[in-house]
Nanobody, 118 residues
Framework: QVQVVESGGGLVQAGGSLRLSCAVSGSIFSPNVMGWYRQAPGKQRELVAGITSGGRTNYADFVKGRFTISKDNAKNTVTVYLQMNSLKPEDTAVYYC??????????WGKGTLVTVSS
């Protein structure tokens, strides 16, 4: 069983920064991919950034150069961060953390709201 809990969302002005955190605890098997997704009102959920258990990262084109994904590994807990800089109003969304493993696990958090004002 795995628990996924996001935090760090809030209200920020355009051009500002936020750092999201995602605490993933429980039986975390490798190899895996941990990712940040977002869903804006009326839109589909989309991938923002991902990081593999080996540390490889990938980013959606719309956040390249502005967002950075990273992680800290501890015993039974992995914390995944999303540093968001130069935020734009179009970055407003609920941000979700996800864990997927090659064994078929697909765990989601409940999300954290990011609102960027113009």
């Amino acid at each position: 069983q795995v628990q996924v809990v996001e935090s760090g969302g809030g209200l920020v002005q355009a051009g500002g920064s936020l750092r999201l955190s995602c605490a993933v605890s429980g039986s975390i098997f490798s190899p895996n991919v941990m990712g940040w997704y977002r869903q804006a009102p009326g839109k589909q959920r989309e991938l923002v950034a991902g990081i593999t258990s080996g540390g490889r990262t990938n980013y959606a084109d719309f956040v390249k150069g502005r967002f950075t994904i990273s992680k800290d590994n501890a015993k039974n807990t992995v914390t995944v961060y999303l540093q968001m800089n130069s935020l734009k109003p179009e970055d407003t969304a609920v941000y979700y953390c996800n864990l997927m493993t090659t064994g078929g696990m697909n765990a989601w958090g409940k999300g954290t709201l990011v609102t960027v004002s113009s």
